[in-house]
């Protein structure tokens, strides 16, 4: 049977470039770092990225690669839960840059799951009293 183009559309050239380049030792992730000047209610926070995020279809798809090689695809998760995409991180006292970087660090060291959707949220708590 063949994937239906529209709930299955092919990933763009570009896409396809990032993925085939991505490896353990040159991960193809953008990170980002916003600071917040206090504690975020995670509640709130995933109650955002629902109303924000999930419209736009990517969010919710994977990418699936045919057994022979062929061109990737996205396709709908059907395990999709958004909770696997928001994780609590507290920063070890005193809280500041050094312990915020050593986190991050590893965290942009690490590769996404490849069968989910390829983007995921950490919120960092206790840092300088903020998140």
């Known amino acids: 049977?063949?994937?239906d183009p529209l709930s299955s559309p092919p990933l763009s050239a570009v896409d396809y470039a990032w993925l085939r380049m991505d490896d353990p030792?040159?991960?193809?992730?953008?990170?980002?770092?916003?600071v917040m000047e206090g504690p975020v209610d995670l509640g709130r926070?995933?109650?955002?990225m629902v109303k924000r995020l999930l419209?736009?279809?990517?969010?919710?798809?994977?990418?699936?690669?045919?057994?022979?090689?062929?061109?990737?695809r996205w396709e709908a998760d059907p395990?999709?839960?958004?909770?696997?995409?928001?994780?609590?991180?507290?920063?070890?006292?005193?809280?500041?840059?050094?312990?915020?970087?050593?986190?991050?660090?590893?965290?942009?060291?690490?590769?996404?799951?490849?069968?989910?959707?390829?983007w995921h949220f950490h919120a960092i708590a206790n840092y300088r009293g903020g998140t």
């Open 1 to 3: 049977m063949r994937p």
């Open 25 to 34: 030792t040159n991960l193809m992730m953008i990170n980002g770092v916003l």
């Open 45 to 48: 926070l995933r109650e955002v």
């Open 55 to 72: 419209p736009i279809p990517r969010f919710r798809q994977r990418v699936a690669t045919p057994p022979k090689g062929g061109w990737p």
């Open 79 to 118: 395990d999709f839960d958004i909770d696997h995409h928001l994780t609590p991180v507290t920063l070890p006292e005193p809280g500041d840059d050094a312990e915020l970087r050593a986190v991050i660090e590893g965290l942009a060291s690490a590769p996404l799951d490849p069968t989910r959707p390829l």
